[in-house]
Every structure is written in C-alpha cells, then in structure tokens.
C-alpha cells in the first residue's frame, strides 16, 4: 500500500469518525457509499410497520366521532375515558394489582428456586428444572382449563385470587430462566471468598449472590409485568363475576364494536410507559451495566 492510499484511508476514517482499518470502520464506509441498503430499507420499513398502527391509534382518538371518519379534533373520548368510565378503570386497576402482585411472587420464587438448582445437587434436581418449563411451552388454552378445573376440584371460588395464582404460576418460568442465565456467568470464587471472610450462607446469599443477580431479577420482574397485563386466555378461564381484567373488558367491549374510549385509554397508557421508562433510565442504565 503506497503512502497515497494510506492518506486517503486516513483522512476517510476521520471523517466518519470510526478507527482506521476496523470493521466497523469499513462497514461505515461502504454505508457512507450506500446510502439506500436493502439492511437500512428493510428496517425502516420494519419501523414503520410497528409503529404506524399507534400513530393511527392516537390520531383516531382525538376523532369527533365513533367511526372511521374523521370529523373533527375532540377531547369527547378521554372526558367520557375520565369522567364516564367506572368500569373500565376497574379493570385497569384489577389488572395493575394482578400484575404487580403476580409478578412479585413470581420473582421470589423464580429466583431462590433458580439460586438452588444452580447450587444445590439433589435426586429431583433435573425433573424440577424440566418441568419448571412446562408453562412456557405449553398452548395458553391448556393451561387455563387446567387451572379452572383445578380450582373447581379445591373448591376456590373464581375471582381475583384465582387470577393472581393462575399468573404467579405462568410468570414463574421466566423469571427462572433469566436468573439461571445470570447464575451461568457467575463467579463462584467470589463466594468462596465470602465464606473465607466469615460470611455465613445466609448473608452470602443476601449480600453478595442477590446484588450479583440483580440484572436478571428485574428483567424478570418486568417480564411478568408485562405478559400478566396483556394475557387473555388464561384469564378468561379463571376469572369469576366482578374480577375482570383488562383484557378480558376489552374483548366484551369490542363485541358491540370497537369504542374510541379504548383508543384513548391506549394513548393514556402508551405515554405513561414512555415517561415511566424516562424517570426510570439512569436506573435501568445502571442494572444493564451491571
């Protein structure tokens, strides 16, 4: 390579900002070339796709009226979502408590469960870790009629309860699977070195192997929030007179036609994650980090 090409290779690197002769320097440069990819064009189209409908969504729920025709700007949907809609916050609010709660459960019993299948070796250890899995590959329908007809045969009677075990119980795998993924790059000699330092089992686990499990805790965690707030098989099954969700309103809602006050209630709901995920970011920042 004569010193006229190393020059120009220079002065290109600096001028995309990536180091000399890397890979990504070269993928830089061949984009700056490129500008209309087909990666670049499948993912903006992609991008569009996923949000487009919510555009849709929040454009009609500032419509004057119920149908697909525009007809004006109007609040009238989110004064009837706020003033007019007891039921519906009901069953925003059931599946809040549901989802937290569920999901709470889930979490502590996910984690010590995964902290002792890692560590401990006992005669049912691998059945217990197989059939830990069964919830998340088997149909949503199976499981709900096995739970309804569970219920039925202890004689519990359908209603919240149900659904905050029913969710505990499908929540679990997932955040047992994603703390056994932690405990797989752990560092085992830093609980040699606790023990060397006087630390009983107890404030090991506390102290040193929790923080380390962290990451995995609350990506569980917020995992089950959200499979609990969106599930609607499951829910249908065991959820008795007065313990609706929100889903399970929405699809008896939708059957007289689709109301504009859903629309706003997804806008309220869309916005209210966005500025909760802005508040929380340096916290989230701070976990993915670790």
Known sequence: MNIKNVVHDVITSLRIGVPLQSEAGRH???????????????????????????????LYSFNGSKGMNWTGFSFRWYEQLFLHSRDLWRAFWNSILIALTSAATATFLGTFGA?????YRFRLRNYVQTISFLPMILPEIIIGVSLSIFFAGVGLNLGLLTIYIAHATFNLPFVFLMV??????????????????????????????????MPGI????????????????????????????????????IRFGVSPVINALSVVMIFGTVILTYLLRNFLKYIAAK
């Open 115 to 119: 902290i002792a299948v890692n560590w």
């Open 180 to 213: 056994m993924a932690r405990l797989d790059e752990f560092d085992f000699s830093i609980i040699e070195a606790a023990h060397d330092l006087g630390a009983g089992e107890m404030q090991t686990l506390l102290k040193v192997t929790v923080p380390i499990c």
């Open 28 to 58: 830089a440069r061949r984009a700056a070339r490129n500008p209309f990819s087909l990666s670049r064009t499948i993912f903006i189209a992609t991008i569009i796709f996923l949000f487009l409908p919510l555009f849709v969504l929040i």
């Open 218 to 253: 609350v990506s569980g965690f917020l995992t089950a929030i959200t499979i609990s707030l969106e599930d609607f098989v499951i829910t249908y099954f065991v959820a008795g007179p007065g313990s609706s969700t929100l889903p399970i309103y929405i699809y008896s809602a």
